[in-house]
C-alpha cells in the first residue's frame, strides 16, 4: 500500500506534550463568515482551545501565523467542541465546549486588521451552565421537533442524560440498568437517543419518554426535580456482543435514515428501528469512524481509522480505498476549505492535525531493459552441487541450530553446595519444625565469543522453593558470572523429587538475521538428602516395608550414607532418617544376605531413601570398577497402599467439586438477598425487612465457611497430588528393578503415570493417567490388531470413580508380569514381540468377535498364527470386568 498514501495538503502540530480524543475535533464555519468556508476547532485536555482555517499556497507548504486564528487556554480540560445553533433569538452558529463540571457556549468574531497582522478573531461567552454531575459527553439537534435552534444533551458518568434548552437548564433523567457511559448521538427522524450501554446493546429512547418520566429510583434536587410522570423505557434494544468506539446518525433523506456504530471488531449499519441494515468484520482494531453520505443514491460512505495508521474508505460494505496516514488518527472529518471539497481532516492523540486528500502520485521511474544473456546450465548445475554439499556437511556435523556452536557460546554450570548453610536463609516455611535448613546453589554463565544479554529461570518442583528464581544478565566478551541463591522446603510435606534445572535463554545475531536467533541452554541439578530430612533413631516397627535386593554383599550404611553418621549409634547396619514433614524411615542392611530393607509408617514417605540409596549404591560399586551390579526387587508390587493414595487424592478432587457447587448456590443466594434489600431501600413507602438483613448476615457466614473450607481442601489436594507422585515414582522404581527396565522403558512408564506437573479440577492426575495406560494397553502391550485400531475418548473429563483406573493398572501390571514389553517404535509393537497371556481391552459388545470366525483373516503370518494358537487367554469374564467404569 506504499502508493496509497494521504497526500499532505497541510499538517501542524497542535501545542506541545498535549492529549487530545475523539471529541476534540470539530469541522464548521465557526465564525459564520460569508465565504463559507470550514474552520478548524480543536480542544485539548490539558485545557487549550485553537482555532485554524488552513491555505495554504500550494500543497505540504509550512503553516504560516495568521492560520490560527485563535487561541486561548480555558481553566478546565475540554471534553468535547461541537458547533450549532445554540443561542436563543439567532440562527447564527456558537461554539459549545464540554468540561468536566461544565458547560460554556461561546461566538467568535473577528474584526479586520489595520496592519500587516491580518485580522484578529475573539471569544465571547454568551452563557454557561455548573454542572451537578462529572460529564462524559454530549449530543445536540433539534430536540422535540423544534425548529431553528439546537438544544444540548449531556451524558454524565453516573448515567443522567441533562438536557439544556439553549440558556436554561430542562431536565435529567437516569438510564435503566446504567454501569459505564457510551459514546452518545440524536436522531432528528425519530426524535430519539442512542447510545451503547455496558451490557454491549444498542439502545434507544424516545425524547417524549425522556420529558415524561421520572426516576423512581434516585432522588433530584431543588434545581432539577419535575413533577410526577412515568417510569423510563427504552424504544428498541441491539444487542452487539462488543464494546462501542463511536456511533453516529446519517441520513440520506427525511424519510430515510441510518445508524452506524463503530465496535472494536466490527462496524454495524442499523435502521431506525434497531434492525441490522448490515455490518462489516474489519480485519484490524479500529480508532475513529466517520460516515458521510455518497454520490451515489441509496448507499453511505465511512472512512474508518485504525491502529495501524491505515484510513480505509468503505461504500457500505466494500472497500474501495485504502491510504495510509503518518500517525494513528483518534479523530476524524470532512471540511470544505478553499473551494476544495472533501479534504480529509485527521488528529492524533499526540496532536498531529493533518489535512489530506485520496490520491496516487505517478513514479516516473523506468526500469532498464536487461540484457538477454544465454543460460549456462553446467555453471549452474556446479554451484547446485557445491551448496548442497555445504548443507549437508553442515547438518551432519553441527545439526539444524548448530549444537556444538551453541555449546561455545554460553556455558552452563550448577554447583550445589554438599553442606547445609549454617544460618538458614529459608522464608514463608509452612514446615513446623524448629528450624528449616536451606543449601546454598551457585550457577555460573560464562559467555565465550560475543557478549549476550542471558535470561536466567531457575525451577524446582513444590513444595521445594528458592530464594531468587529469575535472573537477567548482561554478558561481556569471555567474562562469567555467578549467582547466587538458596533452596529449602516451603511446604509442609515431603517433596516428590529433589531435582531442579537451571534454563539460560539467549539470542545469537546472524547475518541473516540481526536480531538474533534464541537458544537455550539446561542444566539440571539436585539436592542433597539432607536438606528434607535429619538423622533420627532407627525404629524396628514399621506398617511398610520394602526390601531391594543385590548381586553384591552389602555395604555398611554409613559407608553409603556418611552426612546420616551418628556416632554414638551401636547400630552399624541401620539408620534412621526423620522426614522434616513426614514420618521416619528405617534402613536396614543384611548382615547374611545381599539385601536392603527399607520401613515407615507411610508408603509414599519410601520414595526419596529408596531412590538415595538405588543411586548410592550404583556410585559406590561404580568407583570398585564393578560393572554388573545390578538391584533387584523380588516381592509383590504393593498395588493395594497405591490404590489407597489415588482414592484419597480423588476424594479430594470431587470434595472440591462440591464445595465448587455449594459457594456457586450460595453466591447466587447471597445476590438475589442483596437485590430484595436494595429494592426495599429504593422504595418510597417503606416496609418492613421481613428477615431479609438476617438472612443475608445467614449467608455471607455460610459464603467465607465454604471458602475457607475450600481453600483447605485445596492445600490437602496440593499435600495429596505430591504423594501421589511419590508413591507413582516409588513404583515405577519397583516395577524398573522387577522387570530389568532399559532407561526408554522407565522413560515410557514415567511419561504415563507422570504427565502433569500439577493438578487442576479441569484436567486431573486420574483421568489423564487412565488414558495413557489405556493407550499402552491397545498398543505396545496389546495382544491382537483388533486393539490397534479402536480410538481413545477425544475429551477427558473426570470420571465417577477409580475403579476403572486401577483394573487398567493391575491389567498392565500383569501383562508386564507375563514378559509384556514396552515400545513406542512401531516396528517394536508387532504381534510376535508379545509373549503369551496378554488379553484384549474390550471397550463394547460390538468390538467383540465371534469365536467361530477364521482367525487367518486377522493374521496372515504363520507365525503370528501359530501363536495366536498356544497363547492361553484369559477368562472372557476377567476381560468384561477390566472395562467396567
Partial sequence: MSLFKARDWWSTAVGNKEEFDQGCLCVANVDNSSSGQDKIIVGSYMGFLRIYNPHPAKPGDPVQAEELLLETQLREPILQVEVGKFVSGTELLHLAVLHCKKLCVYAISGTLGNTEHGNQYQLKLMYEHNLQRTACNMTYGPFGGIKGRDLICIQSMDGMLML??????????????FLLPGPLTYSSRTDSFITVSSCRQVESYKYQVLAFATDASRQETEQQKLGSGKRLVVDWVLNIGEQALDICVVSFNQTVSSVFVLGERNFFCLKDNGQIRFMKKLDSSPSCFLPYCSVSEGTINTLIGNHNSMLHVYQDVTLKWATQLPHIPVAVRVGNFQDLNGVIVALSDSGCLQCSYLGTDPSLFQAPKVEARAINYEE??????KLQKIIKESTKTKGVWGMERKKEELALSVVVLHALDSVSKAVDSEVKAEVVPSVTVKITLESRLTPLKTKLSVCVQPPLALTHDKFILELGTAKSKTVVLA????????PADLEGSALASYSTPTDLNPEGIPRVVQCKFRFPLKLVCFPAQPSKTGTQKLTIDTNKPSVSLFTLFPDFDQTDDDQPNAIGFQLLAGSKITLLASKTSQRYRIQSEQFEDIWLIAKELVLRLEQYFRKKNYKDFACTFSDPIPLQEYFEIIDHHFELRLNAGKYEQLLSERAIQ????????????????PAPLQHLDTLLEGTYRQVIALADAAEENQANMFQAFTKLKSATQLVILLISLWQKLSA?????????????????????????VDASVSHLLKTCLSKSSKEHALNLANQL??????????????LLYDRLAKGGHMSLDTDSQQLTMLPGGCATILESDMEERPASQDSTVMFTNHRHLIQQKTEPDLPQDELQEAEKP
Avoid at 549452474?380 to 552441487?385: G, H, I, L, V
Avoid at 533452596?487 to 515431603?494: H, I, S
Wanted: proline share 5%; with cysteine.
Fill in 670 to 685: 447471597f445476590r438475589a438477598i442483596e437485590r430484595r434489600l436494595l429494592a426495599r431501600f429504593k422504595d418510597k413507602t
Fill in 487 to 494: 533452596g529449602f522446603l516451603k511446604g509442609n510435606c515431603p
Fill in 380 to 385: 549452474y548445475d556446479a554451484e547446485m552441487n
Fill in 744 to 768: 526408554d522403558q522407565v522413560a515410557i512408564l514415567e511419561a504415563t503415570f507422570l504427565p502433569l506437573t500439577q493438578d487442576t479440577q479441569e484436567l486431573g492426575w486420574e483421568e489423564c
Fill in 164 to 177: 439544556f434548552e439553549q440558556e436554561s437548564y430542562s431536565f435529567g433523567r437516569f438510564l435503566p440498568g
Fill in 797 to 810: 473429563s473426570i470420571p465417577r470413580d477409580t475403579n476403572r483406573l486401577k483394573k487398567h493398572i493391575t
